[in-house]
């Protein structure tokens, strides 16, 4: 028996208090991450805006296999946010636009109904050539064939899922437009978590299911902030959590005989909770880099050190050693070694003790001695997976989640409380 099949399926129980209590505690990491933006200045604000989106359209395509240029994703979203203090090497093709623009309608445009029209449009955009692949598809209009999602070889086929028939498609779709235009009695997070559900499992056309399915999700977790920009990826998370998506999505698909889905909003607020943490750790770097180059704006730097250090400030190199440098920076060890050395004379790097070969240099974000006494209390926490660094701030529980190598270092007494304080709420001295 399949969700669907269920009498009056799309009314749905789960454990009321409980999940409330889940998207409680979402939603009060989304306000804290809201708060977070509004410490950013204008252009670091649009600049993080213009990569969490990124990030989403490139993942949500990639769950379904297809990737995408990352830079052409990008140059659409600056062109469309009208972003002029980022350059982009990408190429702006009419897809890439359509397929930005879908996006950003789901998202800024939450409140305005979802209708069939809007639905077909999005579906345009996702296949402006009629096609998939090199096999001509339904677009702009409800598939016209029955479905099922199947895995295996010839003769040792599993059905994963069976959608309606394509007869019932119409009705079911206007069914679910007028749940999702008209539900106002659960909040934002659930409504996002069911309409997802019975988006996919309608599954109204050809292609592009998932993909319009998680738009639609987003457009209901929009109405949360009202619209006022993207600086999460619920797309980003799933995909590092695919098998576990199409897991617990089978089992609702297939095993909801008494309309019970506590289980996928379980994992649905979980994962956001998730997606929430990694756009905290990426709005923390922002910040940290922001004051660094306040910090340093009388320093100064030489071409090649600017470039390699935003490398390294933006996260995309992980050890800062002069073997690094030399690659990043393509010159010779001896010429990373003096780039190296003229900023720890400067002050801006410092050596980690204990590391005799291949030296790892920290970044000083700001000066250490004055930074660190407005901290107490400095721990190590475990948590849903991961390790995060929790303190009091003048008074104020501080919390961030640190990288496995920098817990690896920790550990191994490479970097101490102090290190990881000052690499990680550098950020905090500017509000």
Same mark, same amino acid.
């Given at each position: 028996?399949?969700?669907?099949?269920?009498?009056?399926?799309?009314?749905?129980?789960?454990?009321? !208090?409980?999940?409330?209590?889940?998207?409680?505690?979402?939603?009060?990491?989304?306000?804290?991450?809201?708060?977070?933006?509004?410490?950013?200045?204008?252009?670091?604000?649009?600049?993080?805006?213009?990569?969490?989106?990124?990030?989403?359209?490139?993942?949500?395509?990639?769950?379904?296999?297809?990737?995408?240029?990352?830079?052409?994703?990008?140059?659409?979203?600056?062109?469309?946010?009208?972003?002029?203090?980022?350059?982009?090497?990408?190429?702006?093709?009419?897809?890439?636009?359509?397929?930005?623009?879908?996006?950003?309608?789901?998202?800024?445009?939450?409140?305005?109904?979802? &209708?069939? =029209?809007?639905?077909?449009?999005?579906?345009?955009?996702?296949?402006?050539?009629?096609?998939?692949?090199?096999?001509?598809?339904?677009?702009?209009?409800?598939?016209? !064939?029955?479905?099922?999602?199947?895995?295996?070889?010839?003769?040792?086929?599993?059905?994963?899922?069976?959608?309606?028939?394509?007869?019932?498609?119409?009705?079911?779709?206007?069914?679910?437009?007028?749940?999702?235009?008209?539900?106002?009695?659960?909040?934002?997070?659930?409504?996002?978590?069911?309409?997802?559900?019975?988006?996919?499992?309608?599954?109204?056309?050809?292609?592009?299911?998932?993909?319009?399915?998680?738009?639609?999700?987003?457009?209901?977790?929009?109405?949360? &902030?009202?619209?006022?920009?993207?600086?999460?990826?619920?797309?980003?998370?799933? =995909?590092?959590?695919?098998?576990?998506?199409?897991?617990?999505?089978?089992?609702?698909?297939?095993?909801?005989?008494?309309?019970?889905?506590?289980?996928?909003?379980?994992?649905?607020?979980?994962?956001?909770?998730?997606?929430?943490?990694?756009?905290?750790?990426?709005?923390?770097?922002?910040?940290?880099?922001?004051?660094?180059?306040?910090?340093?704006?009388?320093?100064?730097?030489?071409?090649?050190?600017?470039?390699?250090?935003?490398?390294?400030?933006?996260?995309?190199?992980?050890?800062?050693?002069?073997?690094?440098?030399?690659?990043?920076?393509?010159?010779?060890? &001896?010429?990373?070694?003096?780039?190296?050395?003229?900023?720890?004379?400067?002050?801006?790097?410092?050596?980690?003790?204990?590391?005799?070969?291949?030296?790892?240099?920290?970044?000083?974000?700001?000066?250490?001695?004055?930074?660190?006494?407005?901290?107490?209390?400095?721990?190590?926490?475990?948590?849903?997976?991961?390790?995060?660094?929790?303190?009091?701030?003048?008074?104020?529980?501080?919390?961030?989640?640190?990288?496995?190598? &920098?817990? =690896?270092?920790?550990?191994?007494?490479?970097?101490?409380?102090?290190?990881?304080?000052?690499?990680?709420?550098?950020?905090?001295?500017?509000?």
């Amino acid at each position: 028996m399949w969700i669907y099949e269920r009498y009056d399926w799309m009314h749905f129980d789960w454990e009321k !208090d409980r999940i409330a209590v889940l998207a409680e505690n979402v939603s009060a990491k989304i306000g804290f991450l809201h708060g977070r933006v509004a410490s950013l200045a204008e252009d670091d604000r649009s600049g993080a805006s213009v990569e969490i989106l990124t990030q989403d359209i490139v993942s949500s395509f990639r769950i379904e296999g297809i990737n995408l240029n990352t830079e052409d994703v990008r140059s659409s979203i600056v062109r469309q946010l009208g972003v002029t203090h980022i350059q982009t090497n990408g190429n702006s093709s009419h897809f890439m636009e359509g397929v930005v623009d879908m996006m950003l309608d789901a998202t800024r445009n939450y409140h305005i109904p979802l &209708d069939k =029209e809007r639905l077909f449009g999005w579906h345009c955009a996702l296949f402006p050539t009629g096609r998939r692949g090199s096999y001509p598809t339904t677009v702009g209009d409800y598939r016209k !064939d029955d479905v099922q999602v199947i895995s295996g070889s010839m003769g040792r086929e599993k059905v994963h899922f069976m959608a309606p028939p394509a007869s019932d498609v119409n009705d079911y779709m206007e069914e679910f437009m007028y749940w999702f235009n008209n539900e106002s009695g659960i909040s934002s997070i659930i409504k996002s978590a069911i309409s997802h559900l019975i988006f996919v499992s309608i599954h109204p056309f050809d292609d592009g299911n998932g993909r319009i399915g998680r738009a639609i999700a987003d457009m209901a977790l929009a109405g949360i &902030d009202c619209g006022r920009g993207r600086f999460f990826s619920m797309s980003r998370e799933i =995909e590092k959590e695919k098998k576990d998506y199409y897991a617990i999505l089978e089992k609702t698909q297939r095993f909801c005989y008494n309309g019970d889905i506590s289980g996928w909003l379980e994992w649905y607020i979980g994962c956001l909770g998730r997606a929430i943490d990694d756009s905290l750790a990426t709005l923390s770097g922002i910040l940290n880099k922001s004051l660094f180059w306040r910090e340093f704006s009388e320093m100064k730097f030489s071409d090649r050190q600017r470039k390699v250090l935003n490398i390294f400030l933006d996260g995309k190199e992980a050890k800062l050693t002069a073997q690094n440098w030399a690659r990043l920076g393509a010159v010779s060890l &001896d010429t990373a070694l003096r780039d190296i050395a003229d900023l720890v004379e400067k002050g801006i790097l410092s050596p980690y003790s204990g590391h005799a070969r291949k030296i790892e240099y920290a970044i000083n974000y700001v000066k250490t001695d004055e930074f660190l006494r407005h901290f107490e209390n400095i721990q190590i926490e475990d948590g849903e997976g991961a390790h995060y660094l929790s303190a009091m701030y003048d008074g104020t529980t501080v919390r961030e989640r640190i990288s496995g190598l &920098d817990y =690896e270092r920790f550990v191994s007494g490479i970097m101490t409380t102090a290190d990881l304080v000052h690499k990680y709420m550098a950020y905090l001295s500017a509000m």
